[in-house]
């Protein structure tokens, strides 16, 4: 093959210019050469919107066209693939990447929430239009598993997808673990380094987790997104205690999203789990993100990495380019969207778990002998138990334990048996433990 | 998008009937309706050769045309795509591959001994003839890592890839870790047990690795394929007292395989290194291949897994499969032959490195004298020493010591200034400290 035909360079628009638009254009600078190697044709930048021109970014825009309507900019003729890095499930980021794809641009978007909300149909379009639609970055960052699991497991029927997809959450809990300071100390602490939104709920209280699980069950089994059925629990009632008590057991808490599918329905849950230490998800610190694929032939196979940051995130939208740059592009989540299947949830109440469960108790006679009641005539077995003594501030007392394997229901029913109880001074915490 | 017209399925032949083969046939067979949903058609074998036609493989082949003569099968009609799976870097495997390409075939192989010596020119083939070549199965097994590197990092300069590439060294290390035996028994028994071949030379003297080595180089760098110059150094010298030591300073020992390019000169090589426990290939144990890739926007990726085993690697190749029948397919070294840069082998001399020395000696006075005198006249500052009282079966003790960074060049003098000391019982060993 010879050079002297280059191909035209793939022309991209940006919309958004935050710090992940802002890396892309310093990732296209910087690496200009490679780039155009690997993708066969250069990928230049021609126009760009955000909503304020004349904001310092630390890159020169002044060089690409300005358009202060977005849907312009999708419409453009000089574009061959519009990024969507405006954010937000509905709204601009919505009508834009609608636009995009109704003029037969491709689409790459690192918004996990309009493909968890707005996926299927923005596929079922790119389908129709035979347009490129890649979202990379709207799942971990800048670890490659939106193409791990569309091309690199694609043989696989998988037995589970789970994994550490919010960095938030994860920094928070390691650094509980580090330092022992309590949730909303640390949370403060993540939010004054940025590594915590000044609104921080939609972290801790698992939802971004959820949005990109619901994206990698659809692509790891065939199945329609199905964002509204993830069973989502934060981390806000993890306490410093409880950290020190999974610790004292062998055990980290990190916040897990697993989806599987198992009797024609389709489990996705995000929950705070005990992990033991030696598998490979306990020692995922800080805000990096990691997701384990079973698949039926390949095993276990883990994928580490940063899970945000401009330069992670950058990374992941221009392998997309890169993508379509060499025309390598197929359906977005693996199969055509009208072959993607609609499980119904699953309802997990069968499912065996070995279980923590951290109960504060009013400190008096009576209240073990009543929690273990409750255990009993819940058919719950109990593995280990520890009770601490009196913290400092206050009359509570902490009884701790670890259940042998059962049903999930068993424990909704201790929680049933317990309800209401003025025995204990707050909601019990429930851990399920990560099996090995 | 409607299903009234499907695509034609993709045929296939496969060359070799080992366990790879029959685990291509199983996956094809078991996955088959999942194969075809993300194909977007079916795949289909269509024929098969091996050395011996009667052989039982534990699956059923007679439903296939079969071919004696290898090149015969790369150039039936009924085939899309050549599945090489005889092995050897040259022999039969080289001329069935330039048979498929040449007459215009696919060309999928698990072949890293070929791609390692004949790669570029089997790609430059596969360029001319515009026919797919794919080779994932040829690295790490199960893990998509060439496709992590050719998809997933290719908007990156790489600092660099390295890893653990030889599951057999990694099993007999691990265990030796396990067991505290020695290396000789824990090989024999890593036979007996499946994990390393009656002849284990390739993986013990690491050129399993280095062959491995050489094409994440040339994907990640975008270099010409170099196996001649990947600096190799095997496994066997480690003894079960360097484990024991390692592990006394806080390291475990793995076979690291590191490419990495600086001033325009690539370095590739293998060696056993101390690896520190806070580093996420510290936890790979057994059998399990890693790979880490670091990129300039990316940051640090880790991805991992089974690197062998006919599922994995079944796994791998079929993905392969699907990416062809997907149409998804591009130069198979991330960017065409002859752009991929011929770097001259680095001198790594110069490189500041952190190392493990073990001395085994006679116990007489003055010999500890006569090693750190040589360590003062190179240059090499000791960081910490530890000399053990000799050991129950004889007079020898071993002195082990961990130096500060220095240059390498520094290390090697030590070992000239000790060449023929009749202070020394055996050749000293050098273990690098990988850096975390």
Same mark, same amino acid.
């Given at each position: 093959m010879t050079d002297t035909t280059p191909m035209p360079p793939l022309r991209i628009a940006i919309a958004g210019l935050g710090t992940v638009g802002a890396g892309v254009i310093r990732l296209l600078d910087t690496n200009r050469?490679?780039?155009?190697?690997?993708?066969?044709?250069?990928?230049?930048?021609?126009?760009?919107?955000?909503?304020?021109?004349?904001?310092?970014?630390?890159v020169n825009h002044e060089r690409f066209h300005w358009e202060d309507d977005m849907i312009a900019l999708a419409r453009r003729d000089d574009v061959d693939v519009v990024l969507e890095l405006v954010g937000g499930s509905d709204g601009p980021a919505l009508a834009l990447a609608r636009a995009a794809l109704d003029a037969g641009k491709g689409l790459v978007t690192a918004n996990k929430a309009m493909i968890a909300h707005h996926g299927l149909a923005l596929a079922a379009q790119a389908d129709k239009a035979r347009a490129p639609l890649k979202f990379e970055a709207a799942v971990a960052g800048g670890i490659p598993v939106v193409k791990g699991l569309r091309e690199g497991t694609s043989a696989n029927a998988l037995d589970k997808v789970y994994g550490i997809l919010n960095g938030t959450c994860n920094y928070i809990l390691s650094e509980m673990e580090q330092t022992g300071a309590d949730f909303a100390e640390?949370?403060?602490?993540?939010?004054?380094?940025?590594?915590?939104? *000044?609104?921080? +709920?939609? /972290? !801790?209280?698992?939802? @971004? #987790?959820?949005?990109?699980?619901?994206? $990698?069950? =659809?692509?790891?089994?065939?199945?329609?997104?199905?964002?509204?059925?993830?069973?989502?629990?934060?981390?806000? *009632?993890?306490? +410093?205690? /409880? !950290?020190?008590?999974? @610790? #004292?057991?062998?055990?980290?808490?990190? $916040?897990? =999203?697993?989806?599987?599918?198992?009797?024609?329905?389709?489990?996705?849950?995000?929950?705070?789990?005990?992990? *033991?230490?030696?598998?490979?998800?306990?020692?995922?610190?800080?805000?990096?993100?990691a997701v384990v694929a079973e698949g039926n032939f390949s095993g276990r196979l883990l994928f580490q990495g940063a899970g945000a940051g401009d330069g992670p995130t950058a990374s992941a939208v221009v392998a997309d380019l890169i993508d379509i740059a060499r025309d390598e592009v197929g359906a977005a989540f693996s199969m055509p969207v009208d072959q993607l299947v609609d499980f119904p949830p699953a309802q997990p109440?069968?499912?065996?778990?070995?279980?923590?469960?951290?109960?504060?108790?009013?400190d008096r006679p009576g209240v073990l002998a009543e929690i273990t009641a409750a255990m009993r005539d819940a058919d719950v077995s109990i593995e280990s138990l520890i009770q601490k003594?009196?913290?400092?501030?206050?009359?509570?007392?902490?009884?701790?334990?670890?259940?042998?394997?059962?049903?999930?229901?068993?424990?909704?029913?201790?929680?049933?048996?317990?309800?209401?109880?003025?025995?204990?001074?707050?909601?019990?915490?429930?851990?399920?433990?990560?099996?090995?």
């Open positions: 050469d490679l780039v155009r190697a690997r993708a066969g044709r250069g990928i230049e930048v021609t126009a760009v919107s955000a909503r304020d021109r004349s904001k310092d970014r630390g640390t949370l403060r602490e993540a939010q004054r380094l940025g590594y915590a939104e *000044a609104d921080p +709920a939609f /972290d !801790i209280e698992g939802v @971004d #987790a959820a949005h990109k699980l619901s994206i $990698l069950a =659809a692509i790891g089994f065939g199945a329609r997104v199905d964002f509204a059925n993830v069973r989502t629990t934060g981390i806000v *009632a993890v306490r +410093a205690a /409880d !950290i020190a008590q999974a @610790d #004292a057991l062998g055990y980290v808490i990190r $916040l897990i =999203a697993e989806a599987d599918v198992r009797d024609g329905a389709l489990l996705q849950r995000v929950r705070p789990c005990l992990v *033991a230490r030696d598998h490979p998800l306990s020692s995922v610190d800080g805000p990096t993100n109440g069968d499912r065996l778990e070995r279980t923590y469960l951290r109960f504060t108790v009013n003594g009196r913290n400092a501030e206050g009359g509570e007392v902490l009884v701790a334990m670890v259940t042998h394997e059962g049903p999930e229901r068993s424990i909704a029913k201790v929680l049933d048996l317990l309800e209401g109880s003025d025995s204990l001074t707050a909601a019990p915490l429930v851990l399920p433990i990560l099996p090995n």
